[in-house]
C-alpha cells in the first residue's frame, strides 16, 4: 500500500497562476483532509470531505478550492495565487470522524508552495 | 474557545536523556488524544491515543499521560536517540457533531549527540 501521495512534491508559482494539488489513497477511507502548515502556526484545515462528492470548509478556507469526485482523490485548487499561499501543503486521510476511537489521519509527504 | 496548548516551544537534550512534552486543552466535549510526531520534511505519524478513560499508554520509549480532570497531557521520552528529534504534535477530538479536531502548535525537539 502506498498510503497516502501527494503530486507535485514542490513547486513555485508566480502571483496570479493557478494551479492544482492532487492527493490519493488506497486505504478506502471516508474521511480526507486538507492542511496547511506555516512556521510557529502549526496546522490549519483549509477544508475536507467526509465521502465521495462531497467537501466543506474548514479554518482558513479563502482562497482556495476543493473537489472529491472519486473517493481516493482529494483535489486542491489555488485559481489565483498569493504570496501568503507560501506554505507546505498536507493532505490526510482516516477511516473515521474525529470522535471515533480510529481517527487516526494518515497525513501524505506534503507539497512546498511558493509564490512569488 | 477549543484550543490546544504546547509546551516547551522547542526543547534540546543530549542523547541518553528523558524529556517531558506537555499539553494543555480545553476541547469539550472531549472525545480522544493524539500525539503525533513529525520528522522534518515528513508528515506527521501518529504515536498513541488516549480516550477519557485511560490514564496512561505506552509505545516503546514513549509513554503518554492524560488526566481528563486538569485537561492536561503529558508524552514522556525515555533514554532518546537522535531519531527522536522531530516536532510532536498534541491533536484533540472533540466528540460532537462538527467533529472538531483541534492541533496544537508542536514542541520541536533536538537531540544532540
Known amino acids: 500500500n502506498a498510503g497516502v501521495t501527494q503530486t507535485p512534491k514542490f513547486r513555485v508559482l508566480k502571483t496570479g497562476q493557478s494551479m492544482t494539488l492532487l492527493c490519493a489513497q488506497d486505504?478506502?477511507?471516508?474521511?480526507m483532509y486538507w492542511y496547511r502548515q506555516d512556521p510557529g502556526m502549526g496546522l490549519r484545515l483549509i477544508h475536507y470531505?467526509?465521502?465521495?462528492?462531497?467537501?466543506a470548509k474548514g479554518e482558513v478556507p479563502d482562497g482556495y478550492n476543493v473537489s472529491r469526485l472519486k473517493k481516493q482523490n482529494f483535489l486542491l485548487g489555488l485559481e489565483s495565487a498569493a504570496p501568503s499561499q507560501t506554505s507546505v501543503y498536507f493532505c490526510?486521510?482516516?477511516?473515521?470522524?474525529?470522535?471515533?476511537?480510529?481517527?487516526?489521519?494518515?497525513f501524505g509527504p506534503g507539497t512546498r508552495l511558493t509564490v512569488l | 474557545k477549543n484550543q490546544v496548548e504546547q509546551s516547551p516551544q522547542s526543547l534540546i537534550i543530549l542523547e541518553g536523556k528523558n524529556c517531558t512534552l506537555q499539553?494543555?486543552?480545553?476541547?469539550?466535549?472531549?472525545?480522544?488524544l493524539r500525539w503525533y510526531k513529525q520528522d522534518t520534511g515528513r508528515g506527521p505519524v501518529s504515536l498513541t491515543i488516549?480516550?477519557?478513560?485511560?490514564n496512561t499508554k505506552s509505545n516503546g520509549r514513549y509513554t503518554a499521560t492524560l488526566d481528563a480532570d486538569t485537561k492536561q497531557s503529558s508524552l514522556h521520552i525515555t533514554a532518546s536517540q537522535l531519531s527522536d528529534s522531530a516536532s510532536y504534535i498534541c491533536?484533540?477530538?472533540?466528540?460532537?457533531?462538527?467533529?472538531?479536531?483541534?492541533f496544537g502548535k508542536g514542541t520541536r525537539l533536538h537531540i544532540l549527540p
Open positions: 470531505s467526509v465521502g465521495e462528492g462531497t467537501t
Open positions: 490526510a486521510s482516516s477511516p473515521q470522524p474525529s470522535g471515533g476511537l480510529y481517527n487516526e489521519q494518515f
Open positions: 488516549m480516550t477519557f478513560s485511560e
Open positions: 491533536v484533540v477530538s472533540a466528540g460532537n457533531r462538527d467533529d472538531k479536531i483541534i
Open positions: 499539553c494543555n486543552y480545553t476541547v469539550s466535549p472531549f472525545s480522544n
Open positions: 486505504m478506502n477511507h471516508e474521511y
